[in-house]
């Protein structure tokens, strides 16, 4: 499926792993956008690496490249209703991913992820870019 993708963290790395699958589905998306959370994560995860100021650079050089979308009050009332419709399932998902999907479903993009538990979202249109 090509389209408007957000891409999950886990994607990211395996973008800066040269992943060929990855980039393969990259080639065939019409728009990509990043979410800020992910940009989060990219960071924290570099400043606790053995390469700290390369990694750092890496995610800077891919942030000034891409479209980092972020969290406003419409993106906060998304996360809201996804976690208490996750709550009521009994199905509880990490943080950083509740404000992904929020992301996604605000801006109407499909998450191009590697974590299962986004599959349990109602109206979160995912697609799987790794293990398939």
Partial sequence: MSGRYLLD???????????TAVKEELAQA?????PSIAVGELYYGAWK?????????????????SVV???NARTARWY??????????GHPIPENDLWIA????????VVAMQDAHFVEIDNLKVEMWLNR
């Fill in 30 to 34: 019409s728009e990509v956008f990043i």
């Fill in 69 to 71: 979308l972020g969290c």
């Fill in 80 to 89: 809201g209703e996804v976690k208490y419709a996750l709550q009521l399932k």
């Fill in 102 to 109: 929020a992301i996604a479903l605000e801006h109407d993009l």
């Fill in 49 to 65: 690496s053995q390469r700290r100021l390369e990694n750092v650079a890496q995610i800077d050089e891919l942030v000034s490249g």
């Fill in 9 to 19: 963290t886990s994607v990211l790395i395996a973008l800066f792993a040269d992943e």
